[in-house]
C-alpha cells in the first residue's frame, strides 16, 4: 500500500457541507448516529459505547454539523479500529493492514485526519494518493486499469486523498463533478438511470464530487440522498421508516 503526495495546492473554499446517502437493501441493522456540532471534537466515547454493543462505524465525515458518525449491526468485518489525529497516520496504516485491516471510512477536518479500517472486508489490497483532482485523474484511471475501485475519498485544504481498493463489489464506476447542486443532481440523476448507485459523495476545493458504481451482483436499490437537508434528524428517520439506511456522509 503507497501514500502518493502530487503537487501541492491551496484552495479558498466555502464552509464544510452535509451530505446524506441512504440505501435500501443494505443487509444491515440497528442503526444509530450521532454528531458533535460545528468545531467540537470527535465522540470517542460514543464509538467506544456503540463498539461494545456491536456496532461498526460504517460512515464517518467531519461535515456543518462537526463529526458525523453512523454505526451499524449487519456487516461482515469482525473488528474495526480508527487514528484520529493531526498528521496522515501513515505508519499505524501499515501496521494494520499488516494485520488484514483495511481502510473502510475516511475523513479530515482542518485539524484532524479520521481513517477507520475493519478486518474481514471485501478489499484485498489498497493504493491511496492524496493531490488536486485535476492531478488525481490520471492515478485514479491507471488503477482503475488494474481493476482497483475508490472506496474513500476525503478534501482537506484543496489536496483530495483517495484510497482505492481492489475489491469484486463493483463491475463499473464513474465519477462526477459540478460547483451547483442542481448541476451534481442532475448528474447523479441521469447515472441512476443506467443502473449506478452512489458509493461517496463529497464536498471540496469548491466542487461537489459524487462516485458512482454498478453492482457486481446486479442489484439496483433505492438510493435517496440530500444536500445540507434542513433537519438530518427528521430526514435519517423518515428514511428508516422507509427501510432505508444511511450508508454514506459526506462533508
Not at 51 to 57: A, G, H, R
Not at 172 to 201: L, N, P
Request: with cysteine; aromatic share 16%.
Amino acid at each position: 500500500m503507497l501514500l502518493c503526495f502530487l503537487c501541492h495546492l491551496s484552495l479558498n473554499v466555502k464552509a464544510q457541507s452535509l451530505i446524506i446517502v441512504a440505501q435500501q437493501e443494505t443487509g444491515t441493522y440497528n442503526q444509530t448516529w450521532f454528531s458533535s456540532g460545528s468545531g467540537n471534537q470527535l465522540q470517542k466515547e460514543e464509538i467506544k459505547k456503540y463498539w461494545n454493543e456491536d456496532l461498526y462505524i460504517n460512515t464517518v465525515a467531519y461535515t456543518s454539523k462537526g463529526w458525523f458518525v453512523t454505526m451499524v449491526k449487519g456487516l461482515k468485518w469482525t473488528n474495526q479500529s480508527y487514528k484520529y489525529q493531526s498528521s496522515w497516520p501513515d505508519d499505524w496504516i501499515h501496521e494494520k493492514r499488516k494485520e488484514g485491516y483495511m481502510i473502510t471510512s475516511l475523513s479530515s477536518s482542518d485539524s484532524n485526519w479520521m481513517v477507520v479500517m475493519s478486518e474481514n472486508t471485501d478489499f484485498s489490497t489498497q493504493e491511496i494518493c492524496s493531490a488536486p483532482w485535476s492531478t488525481l485523474k490520471d492515478w485514479i484511471k491507471k488503477w482503475w486499469d488494474n481493476d482497483y475501485y475508490i472506496t474513500s475519498l476525503t478534501c482537506r485544504n484543496g489536496m483530495w486523498t483517495v484510497v482505492m481498493s481492489k475489491t469484486s463489489l463493483y463491475i463499473d464506476q464513474s465519477y462526477m463533478s459540478s460547483s451547483t447542486i442542481s448541476g451534481i443532481q442532475e448528474k447523479v440523476k441521469k447515472k441512476w438511470e443506467d443502473g449506478y448507485r452512489i458509493i461517496a459523495f463529497e464536498y471540496g476545493a469548491g466542487e461537489y464530487l459524487c462516485v458512482m458504481c454498478k453492482f457486481a451482483n446486479g442489484k439496483k436499490p433505492m438510493q435517496s440522498y440530500q444536500i445540507e437537508p434542513s433537519n438530518a434528524k427528521d430526514f435519517i428517520k423518515k428514511k428508516w421508516d422507509e427501510s432505508y439506511d444511511v450508508v454514506y456522509v459526506g462533508g
